[in-house]
Nanobody, 123 residues
Framework: QVQLVESGGGLVQAGGSLRLSCAAS????????MGWYRQAPGKQRELVAT???????NYVDSVKGRFTISRDNAKNTVYLQMNSLKHEDAGVYYC?????????????????WGQGTQVTVSS
């Protein structure tokens, strides 16, 4: 199995910055896509950014130019640098990782979610 541990959320003033981290651990064979989602109160979870193993990044329009997703393959860690934060960026941020892990003699696909980290943006 693969576990994800997130960190970096918190309270920030509008216009400020935060950096989220998500570290994957376990019997990881390979990681394909890594991404970040968020969920605001009363709203559905939405995709914020994804990054493939080939380095292709995609962002929801509302964060383009402000957020940057990156990964450290050696540490199996994905980051989300969030700048110029707005009130509408507030919510619980979840990381998502897809890949393959070793299960005995088998290589099995996995998709794991982090526990979520709260981002609060104040005036």
């Amino acid at each position: 199995q693969v576990q994800l541990v997130e960190s970096g959320g918190g309270l920030v003033q509008a216009g400020g910055s935060l950096r989220l981290s998500c570290a994957a651990s376990g019997s990881i064979f390979s990681i394909n896509a890594m991404g970040w989602y968020r969920q605001a109160p009363g709203k559905q979870r939405e995709l914020v950014a994804t990054l493939t193993s080939g380095g292709s990044a995609n962002y929801v329009d509302s964060v383009k130019g402000r957020f940057t997703i990156s990964r450290d393959n050696a540490k199996n860690t994905v980051y989300l640098q969030m700048n110029s934060l707005k009130h509408e960026d507030a919510g619980v941020y979840y990381c998502n990782v897809e890949g393959r892990y070793c299960s005995g003699r088998d290589i099995t696909r996995f998709e794991s979610w982090g526990q979520g980290t709260q981002v609060t943006v104040s005036s």
